[in-house]
């Protein structure tokens, strides 16, 4: 009990000692705030930094740690840690950590560990919210604004400290705060073995619910095959051309496969959906993450949830984003 102690009380001494030096230096004008900063008077005023729209292509904590540069802007993506010293209490800053270093999701309070210093250093980044004045606000975050041990949060912020390894702390400039995460581990970087393409799948007959299916296809159907705000989205098979496949096409939005029928459409695609344990569709976008857009292509790792004759519709448990 007392190391653990010890080492909550060494993690918010780091954290507070980083908003001192942040702090005294933009004293010295070494670090200016943002424009944007000068409303932020308050944690209520936190909300004015929230954006509804998930940022595209940003960079994991360790992929962020390599290459950011001080005083640049970056877009990252983590989670909060899963820890009782996440955040610091009476200043706005918390501790932001990659997906591989990731534990867990959301457990109740009273049984989170006591620090988040077990995390290797390359895998955690310290996000701050500062006043006009370049100071972090004095008061705490916990609970605020979606912001809690687990939340997953897009991050635009401005670099204020990285050496290339073990450093990084940021400044937010902007943030989405998705009303819940995708499981952990749900992007997989190695390709998925054995992926059927949509249409042969479609095509055989063969899917029923409950099977256990891997899926590659490319992101489309319709003028919107992403649903906002949650976690759905439509993958056509290679049976179909997009229309910019067709010669001479000029189509604007060539993903909605406009020259085929709907039936046709229909028959070539399934629906993707990312549910928790309760079986309900998590409440958060899936375009952009990892550069996901109209047209990726992608394999789909889960389960068919519905099969009616006439569509499809598989519950995914992990995705690799192929291109």
């Not at 102690?5 to 908003?19: D, E, I, P, Q, Y």
């Not at 004015?48 to 998930?54: F, I, N, S, V």
Request: hydrophobic share 40%.
């Amino acid at each position: 009990m007392k190391t653990a102690k010890m080492n909550v009380t060494g993690a918010v001494r780091a954290m507070s000692l980083a908003a001192m030096l942040l702090g005294g230096a933009a004293g010295l004008g070494v670090f200016t705030p943002a424009a944007a900063m000068a409303q932020v008077k308050s944690v209520a005023d936190v909300k004015t930094m929230l954006k509804p729209e998930l940022p595209a292509n940003a960079l994991e904590i360790t992929a962020a740690m390599k290459s950011a540069k001080v005083g640049e802007t970056i877009t990252v993506r983590g989670n909060v840690a899963m820890s009782k010293d996440a955040f610091v209490e009476n200043r706005s800053m918390f501790t932001l950590v990659d997906e591989s270093t990731r534990k867990g999701c959301c457990p109740p309070s009273d049984t989170l560990p006591d620090t988040a210093c077990d995390i290797p250093a390359e895998g955690r980044a310290t996000v701050q919210i500062v006043d006009a004045n370049g100071r972090p606000l004095r008061a705490g975050l916990n609970g605020q604004h979606g912001l809690k041990p687990g939340a997953e949060v897009f991050l635009t912020a401005k670099v204020e400290t990285a050496n290339g390894n073990d450093a990084l702390v940021l400044t937010a400039v902007s943030m989405h705060v998705p009303k819940a995460p995708l499981p952990s581990g749900f992007f997989v970087e190695k390709l998925p073995e054995t992926a059927k393409d949509v249409s042969e799948a479609r095509k055989a007959g063969t899917l029923k619910v409950g099977d256990e299916v891997v899926l590659r296809g490319r992101v489309g159907g319709s003028k919107e095959p992403f649903v906002a705000g949650r976690a759905v989205f439509t993958l056509m098979g290679r049976d179909l051309k997009a229309c910019n496949e067709n010669p001479d096409d000029k189509c604007s939005k060539p993903w909605d496969y406009c020259c085929e029928t709907k039936t046709d459409i229909l028959a070539n695609s399934v629906t993707v959906q990312v549910v928790d344990a309760k079986g309900q569709i998590l409440r958060t976008d899936m375009k952009g993450r990892r550069g996901l857009k109209e047209l990726s292509e992608m394999v789909v790792v889960g389960k068919v949830a519905s099969a009616d004759g006439k569509a499809v519709v598989i519950n995914a448990t992990a995705v690799h984003a192929a291109q």
